[in-house]
């Protein structure tokens, strides 16, 4: 598989995980690493990374669990990543930043593809045009137990449409994104998220030490 650094100068960085991993709070840990090292980071997500994306994500994250198929979550997410690579993330990569984005591809391939039943083949169709060639260089996936990861995102609050699905919904997303990490480990590293908030900041930063020539 390509990668973002393979027809770019800058590095393409992706956090994954199911909800209350940790991912947002990391994402801090990881531009800061960077950023030591005299490297220009910019640090986004999806969905919601562009204005027009933060208007999808608005339309995603809220309301009842079931207002959307997957197949429309899988098309509004497709949208919102179309604008996020378009105004966003080629620019910076072209520009030899190194971009860091809280989501991307693998939650859509485990979310939509996996734990709400498309089928992975359905999601590399759909979303390889949007895609190209630009994917993450290093993929970290904070895993926890979806039981403990849901527990903290209640207690954050906000938008909770995906936190409400079933708990075997999050079980089985749990699991897919494990099983990409298996069939891809040169791209994606599986942390711990299990752990205070220290213990596995210093994980990703061994990790970007080992992964990333910076
Ligand atoms: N390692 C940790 N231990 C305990 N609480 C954590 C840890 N990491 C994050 N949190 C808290 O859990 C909540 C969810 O974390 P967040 O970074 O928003 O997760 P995500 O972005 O993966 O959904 C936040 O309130 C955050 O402060
Ligand atoms: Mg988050």
Known sequence: MDSASANSPGRFITLEGGEGAGKSSQIQVVKDYLEARGIDVVVTREPGGTPVGQEIRNLLVSGDKDKWSP????LLILADRAAHLERVIRPALADGKYVVCDRFFDSTRAYQGIAGGLGLEVIHNLQQPVLGTTLPDVTLLLDIDPEKGLSRAQERGGDLRFESKTLAYHQTLRQAFL????????????????????????????????RLDV
């Open 71 to 74: 197949l429309s979550e899988t």
């Open 179 to 210: 099983d990409f990490a298996k069939q891809e480990p040169e791209r994606m590293v599986v942390i711990d998220a299990d752990r205070d908030i220290e213990a596995v900041s210093t994980d990703i930063i061994t990790v970007l030490g080992e």
